[in-house]
């Protein structure tokens, strides 16, 4: 034999050095999937230190056979799925924890196999994750293929300047955004503060005693105010008139929204309501028309109050600081947007709406109301008021199914007023007025006159006859938006971000090319300020809030004095069931601030807004994928809105095939307020299903009715997992159930958090389902909004999705032999809804990639099953499935506490804010309870702190029980305990350090509430729901 030679020794090393890198690359595979980490972020260089020696050290030196550096090690390593999946490392250690081997094997024992995914997600060009820094990229591209033109389209929607220190101190800030609908109250004082702000300032310029929070947009706004029309009347008085003169957007969704009530919805002008048949129940007005002018509706009150009709004016705030408000005008409801306070149009939203009336019609009055109570010293607090009024109590009975609003955008107008006080936006609405008084001036100095004498901002000039389109053309070509009314007129709309150089160049397109011997500098000593008999007379906004904080400096630190007023993401995690507070990424917020987004009016036309087009339609071909249907409509935008439009296409998918009278809906008892408040929307009868001892759909009542109901069976509402937080083996039987019987299935996508990449509603059965973007895509909750309720839908349905009167719109994607459109109308002002916020969810979808969107819903589903087991032995958990465990949240039952200690649900509550903590979802879906959501975002360590406090929480309750502290006085009635209450005089029979330190880790991290537990009763009997006049409330005390 020879002798072992270098030949053979080299093919030796060679050999060992290869199996050392296979083996490298497995370890390294392994550490890709513990880790969450993105596979090209990873080489065998990351294991090196385990194989290293046998690849440097041979024969022939130390360094012959090293494997140079790999080149995915150079990429950028910057993989998002890490930052947000927060429990990777220690998945299987927890997964044993709860009795399993690994995380797989939880989830396997968790979901039924029979509705599970065969294969992952197929994301096309964003199944793999991309980057952060690699998305922020991309993100500037698709922006740049925005067009910026100048917009002079107006319909509701204008350019404005939001304040910097507001920009950077409140929208970009995660103190602000992250924060929850302000339930607890304790916690929320530095929002509900500049809620009550926002209401305030509603009033004063509408002249109403009374306004909500915020609503979705105008358009849906006159929609609420048309339903309260129908109420005020019972229902008698079936007509509803709309002028004609409304902006077209507002005229459709009140159109479609009547469609579904039984109502009928006559578009007309205002000279020709016909109010002799006494059955009119109200009619709406726009002021100022949507062509500009400001119109005498005297008349048209008086008529319309003459018959019992409610009159509801749409108007616009920065107007009515110049123009005599509604309220003075007789108007019994006024409704518009305060989008041009601060707030950028983003394509059409987010916006915060409003809707203002008289406090006789507070009950019925939709959204969220802010109301000045005490706490129980006496002091005074915030709340929210009237919640008996919300559509998760009232269901079927409500007059609303509103459920999230705008609030985050309420808050940002509500501070641009408060930043310009009553006299800056006097120096903004007469310098808007102005320019619009200047390009008129000059506009009938170039021989085409102006159809009114009296306006606001926009203009609608007379070009002559089939002129208009080619003004409108000149006007693109110049780089600006002008709108076209009919053949002969164009209007032009003015706004805060207007300058005279604009001016000048609309004379150069009204002068048709030809030399214009003017410019609006030299007009401008001829042009007069002139409202005639609408001017305003009154005072608004004396208030001292709005009259304090004009400097940068003042207004940055109130700003921080009312976050630091919240508890928020910011501070510890907020564990509301059925609401899904998970991350929301600096990098998926971005890009809405960036002008190129954000500075985009809905209604350009669709060649100057490529990047937001080719945005919408990956982000629908992604959701069509993840939720297994065929096209998605983004236009609905709140879950509450989708869950209406989805309904809506089930309607006339019926009506379509000559089933109108399918009008029937089977709704669990336990579903989710809004469920039959939409269905009772679009004109469904409600026939709940019973539910069984597990919290699962009750089959054989779900059989039962769906056979005495068959032949008018329309649709089953129905959440999945349940509210209970299981995943209910039988849901496909349930699904077979209601199509066997000629109904459609609508889902839920309220606990989509828990289906993502490991089935889907189409797989399961449904056939329309809508997405809370602001729960399972990232988008954040602002405080009680924005959100947004996208709907999808199998083939069948796609025909019937919502369109708009002024940009169609449909499926998305399109989708092929579905048939003719026949959309059943239009659910939102504009085309797809609150188009800035998609930006996040498709943000959250690209970076975190098929393999990430998996493992966060395999995630959420882990953490909550550890949190469920380590606290059972301290509380009963409600439901579980067939094998032991919980979907993405579980059920604490705490009701037996009531009985033993005379400690309540609330009180457990309260005491959660003393350690650092928002409470879980109260006394839903099941009274006295609470329903804990850790998501997949939250660590073990922040898992654990939460633990921890439930389970000193339950200690305390234990010596209640035992008669250490009695029902009367222990740490959970009386908190929380705010720093006031520490240092007055102590008489309690505990600590002072066990009121505010019960955990020893709050001494270095602690939140402080900033009141003591507010009085629900003494706010509803006592409501106000505005500041007073000349003080800003603050010395109310309970009698």
């Known amino acids: 034999m020879a002798p072992f030679g270098i030949p053979a020794l080299a093919v030796a090393m060679a050999k060992t050095w290869r199996s050392a890198a296979r083996l490298a690359a497995k370890d390294a595979r392994r550490l890709v999937a513990a880790k969450g980490w993105c596979a090209d972020a990873v080489s065998t260089t990351h294991v090196s230190g385990k194989y290293g020696p046998a690849m440097r050290n041979n024969a022939f030196g130390p360094s012959s056979f090293v494997r140079g550096i790999s080149v995915t090690s150079l990429k950028p390593s910057d993989c998002f799925i890490p930052r947000h999946v927060s429990n990777s490392e220690v998945e299987n250690e927890m997964a044993q924890y709860c009795g399993f081997k690994n995380i797989d094997q939880l989830v396997d024992a968790t979901v039924p196999n029979h509705i599970r995914m065969k294969k992952p997600l197929d994301l096309g060009e964003f199944t793999k994750a991309t980057k952060e820094s690699d998305f922020l990229a991309s993100m500037k591209k698709i922006g740049a293929k925005n067009k910026a033109f100048k917009n002079f389209l107006g319909m509701g929607y204008y350019g404005t300047l939001t304040p910097t220190v507001i920009m950077r101190n409140l929208l970009e800030n995660p103190g602000w955004y992250t924060q929850y609908t302000p339930y607890q109250a304790e916690i929320s004082q530095g929002r509900l503060e500049s809620l009550l702000n926002f209401q305030t300032m509603v009033c004063d310029l509408t002249g109403m005693p009374m306004a909500n929070a915020s609503l979705l947009d105008e358009a849906t706004a006159a929609a609420e105010a048309m339903t309260m029309c129908s109420a005020l009347a019972n229902g008698k008085k079936i007509k509803f008139y709309v002028s004609d003169k409304c902006h077209p957007q507002t005229i459709s969704v009140c159109q479609s929204r009547a469609d579904g009530l039984g109502l009928e919805c006559i578009v007309a002008s205002d000279k020709n309501f016909d109010f002799s048949g006494n059955d009119v129940c109200g009619v709406l007005l ?74 006789k019609y507070k009950r019925i009055m939709p959204g969220r109301i802010i109301g000045i109570s005490v706490d129980k010293h006496g002091r005074r607090a915030l709340r929210m008021a009237m919640q008996t009024r919300e559509q998760h109590i009232r269901r079927d009975k409500a007059t609303s199914n509103i459920c999230t609003a705008q609030a985050l955008l309420a808050n940002i107008a509500a501070m641009y007023a408060v930043y310009h006080g009553p006299e800056g936006l006097k120096e903004i609405a007469g310098r808007v007025h102005g320019l619009a008084r200047v390009l008129a001036h000059g506009s009938k100095k170039l021989g085409l006159p102006t159809t009114s004498d009296f306006y606001f901002d926009t203009i609608s000039i007379n070009v002559g006859d089939n002129n208009a389109s080619s003004m409108v053309q000149r006007a693109l070509e110049k780089g600006c938006n002008i709108r076209q009314l009919d053949d002969s007129h164009v209007s032009i709309a003015c706004d805060e971000t207007t300058t005279m150089e604009d001016i000048d160049l609309l004379f150069s397109v009204l002068g048709k090319g030809k030399a214009v011997s003017f410019t609006a500098e030299s007009l401008a000593g001829e042009v007069e300020i002139d409202l005639g008999r609408f001017k305003r007379k009154s005072d608004f906004l004396t208030q001292p809030v709005f009259n304090s904080y004009h400097s940068e400096h003042e207004m940055l630190r109130y700003l921080a004095r009312l976050e630091a007023k919240d508890l928020s993401l910011c501070h510890s995690m907020i564990p509301l069931g059925s609401c899904t507070m998970k991350l929301n990424a600096t990098s998926e917020m971005i890009p809405i601030t960036w002008p190129e987004f954000a500075n985009v009016h809905p209604f350009v036309p669709e060649d100057q807004a490529e990047g937001y087009t080719e945005m919408i339609t990956n982000l629908g071909k992604m959701l069509s994928e993840v939720t297994g249907f065929d096209a998605m409509s983004m236009q609905p935008n709140s879950g509450a809105s989708g869950e209406y439009s989805g309904l809506m296409a089930i309607r006339a998918f019926h009506q379509n095939n000559g089933d109108q009278h399918r009008n029937v809906c089977l709704i669990p008892v336990s579903a989710h307020g809004t469920n039959p408040a939409s269905a009772a929307m679009v004109g469904m009868k409600i026939v709940s299903i019973a539910t069984d001892s597990q919290g699962n759909v009750d089959l054989e009542d779900l059989k039962k009715k769906a056979s005495t109901h068959s032949k008018n069976l329309g649709a089953l509402m129905i959440t999945y997992p349940s509210t209970f937080g299981v995943y209910e083996s039988k849901i496909n039987e349930i699904c077979d159930i209601i199509h066997e019987n000629g109904g459609q299935v609508y889902m839920d996508g309220a606990n989509m958090n828990a289906q993502v990449g490991l089935t889907s509603p189409g797989l399961i059965g449904a056939d329309v389902c809508h997405l809370n973007l602001h729960k399972t895509f990232a988008i954040p909750h602002g405080g009680g909004g924005p959100g947004m309720g996208p709907i999808g839908v199998k083939k069948h349905l796609a025909p019937f999705l919502p369109s708009h009167p002024v940009i169609p719109t449909g499926a998305i994607p399109a989708v092929s032999g579905a048939g003719e459109n026949k959309p059943f109308g239009c659910t939102a002002a504009a085309p797809h809804g609150s188009s800035l916020i998609l930006a996040i969810s498709y943000g959250y979808l690209v970076m975190m990639g098929s393999e990430g969107l998996t493992r966060a819903s395999k995630h959420a589903i882990l953490n909550a099953n550890y949190m469920a087991h380590r606290l059972k032995k301290d509380y009963e958990i409600l439901y579980t499935g067939e094998n032991g465990t919980c979907a993405h949240e579980f059920i604490l039952d705490v009701r037996p506490f009531k009985q033993s200690a005379n400690i309540d649900v609330e009180d457990i509550a309260k005491r959660l804010i003393d350690y650092g903590y928002h409470s879980p979802t109260m006394s839903w879906p099941v009274t006295g309870t609470l329903m804990v959501e850790p998501t997949e975002s939250e660590s073990k360590e922040e898992l654990d702190r939460f633990c921890d406090a439930m389970i000193e929480i339950r200690k305390e309750i234990s010596l209640v029980e035992q008669g250490v502290y009695s029902a009367e006085d222990n740490p959970l009635v009386n908190a929380p305990h705010t720093v006031e209450d520490l240092l007055a005089e102590w008489k309690r029979p505990y600590s002072r350090e066990v009121a505010a330190y019960p955990l020893p880790h709050l001494r270095d991290d602690k939140f402080w509430p900033t009141t003591s537990r507010v009085d629900n009763v003494f706010g509803d009997r006592n409501l106000t729901t505005t500041l007073c006049c000349d003080h800003d409330g603050l010395a109310m005390t309970a009698p």
């Open 286 to 359: 726009q002021y100022p028309a949507t062509d500009g002018s400001v119109c005498e509706h005297s008349e048209t009150i008086k008529n319309a109050h003459a018959s019992n009709a409610k009159v509801v004016m749409s108007t616009d705030l920065l107007a009515l600081t110049m123009l005599t408000p509604p309220g003075e005008l007789g108007a019994d409801i006024a409704v518009g947007s305060s989008q041009r306070f601060g707030v950028p149009m983003g394509y059409g939203g987010p916006h915060a709406a409003f809707l203002a009336t008289t406090e």
